[in-house]
């Protein structure tokens, strides 16, 4: 197998074609090569979700393994990165993810929409809660509603939603989680709600992350270097993120193909995968993130299926020896059944921070050829932290 490091310039993207060798790409971009803008055009910004890769990458391996028409498979689909990179260059993507926040992200990105249409939803929602947070004796019944029920159906186990909200910042969006119903485009409202009910959440502002406990007291910003106080109302949220969704749909609806985009809630050990031209994916890491964990609040406040059990490497399970076995096990598993789907000689791009050396037993497992490894140093600053770190493409060839 091929190890590359990476040399010379950083690639454009844009410059990558199917003759493009490997040797030749150099993916150690700066922030001056590729801002966080461009990491963030568009939809890839709609929510924020940790542990997404980064669309430029996808980009360039959909350019250098893949034509138009032809499809390829992201059995760890995530955020959607490989979906709607795939559908901005015309080749079709199917989609499988075991957390249905992840999934119904990914459904509210690549829906093609009614650009008309889902603005006047957008805005006439917005328009109903602002009336009804305005107008005193509208407010008194539509608050006595949605309050009798914060508590009751909000999910089967709302005391969080009571733990992490203040009073006015749940009925606000509870009230709005009720109006969604009344309309066509639901997944991108939910979006909106569900981004609007993380800033809204009783937390600091320089923890938006991994918050542990609820801040119902004024605090040390390190943020903003002076005393802040936690969010009472998530209506200003709501109305920012709405405006935001919008522009964002309408920037991606002029670079969006007519390419098909499929979105599963599966496992995806197990799914029934249609027959795809090969892989581009970024598998869990083992012991670091707990997907269903990160979006906690969209799953209470939405109702959504909770399947934490089958995330593979959650951060609850950790990393030790016999969770690192397991780990590899189960990602093998995953690998050997999307094989299933793709012919001899397909590709399987693997993004993975191989921290713990187990990715050549991964490939052995499951029986492809490992064709290179591309080396990429990462340095991310978010919040308060910052982070440097290699992460290896594996390229593997099915046999
Ligand atoms: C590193 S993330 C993928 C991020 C994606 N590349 C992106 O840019 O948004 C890994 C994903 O694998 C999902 N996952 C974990 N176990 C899974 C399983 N058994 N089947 C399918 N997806 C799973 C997690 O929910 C998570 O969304």
């Not at 090569?33 to 360039?60: A, C, M, N, S």
């Not at 599963?264 to 964990?293: K, N």
């Not at 959504?304 to 950790?318: F, H, K, N, V, W």
């Amino acid at each position: 197998m091929q190890i590359y490091e990476g040399a010379g310039e950083p690639t454009a993207p844009g410059s990558v074609v199917p003759e493009t060798s490997l040797s030749e790409l150099n993916l150690n971009w700066r922030e001056r090569d590729l801002p966080e803008r461009e990491r963030t055009k568009h939809v890839h910004r709609l929510h924020p979700y940790l542990g997404k890769f980064i669309p430029q990458l996808v980009e360039i391996f959909l350019r250098k393994y893949f034509s138009p028409d032809q499809t390829v498979l992201d059995p760890f689909a995530g955020s959607g990165t490989t979906l709607v990179q795939a559908n901005e260059l015309g080749v079709n993507a199917v989609g499988y993810d075991v957390s249905a926040f992840n999934v119904l992200l990914m459904a509210a990105k690549t829906k093609r929409y009614d650009l008309k249409g889902v603005r006047r939803e957008v805005l006439d929602i917005l328009g109903e809660l602002e009336r009804a947070t305005t107008s005193s004796a509208h407010q008194q019944i539509l608050w006595k509603s949605s309050g009798d029920r914060a508590g009751e159906t909000a999910s089967p186990n709302s005391e969080y939603l009571k733990q992490w909200f203040a009073p006015q910042s749940l009925r606000e969006l509870l009230l709005y989680r009720e109006l969604i119903e009344n309309y066509e485009d639901q997944e991108i409202l939910r979006i909106i709600l569900s981004r609007s009910a993380r800033s809204a959440r009783l937390t600091t502002h320089f923890d938006l992350d991994f918050p542990k406990a609820p801040q119902t007291k004024p605090y040390w910003c390190y943020k903003h270097s002076r005393i802040c106080t936690p969010i009472q109302s998530a209506i200003s949220f709501i109305r920012r993120y709405s405006l935001d969704t919008l522009e964002r749909l309408e920037e991606f609806s002029l670079r969006r193909t007519n390419a098909g985009v499929v979105v599963r809630h599966e496992d995806a050990r197990f799914a029934a995968i249609p027959p795809v031209d090969g892989v581009i994916t970024s598998p869990p890491y083992v012991g670091l993130i707990d997907y269903h964990e990160q979006h906690r609040y969209a799953y209470e406040l939405l109702g959504l299926r909770d399947c934490r059990t089958a995330e593979i490497g959650a951060a609850s399970q950790g990393a030790s020896h016999r969770a690192q076995r397991e780990y590899q096990e189960a990602i093998a598993q995953a690998f050997r059944n999307s094989c299933l789907s793709m012919r001899p000689g397909a590709i399987l791009v693997v993004v993975a921070g191989d921290r713990f050396g187990l990715y050549d037993g991964i490939a052995q497992a499951c029986g492809v050829e490992a064709v290179a490894e591309l080396r990429r140093h990462v340095n991310r600053r978010t919040g308060r932290r910052s982070s440097e770190f290699y992460e290896s493409v594996f390229i593997w060839r099915r046999m």
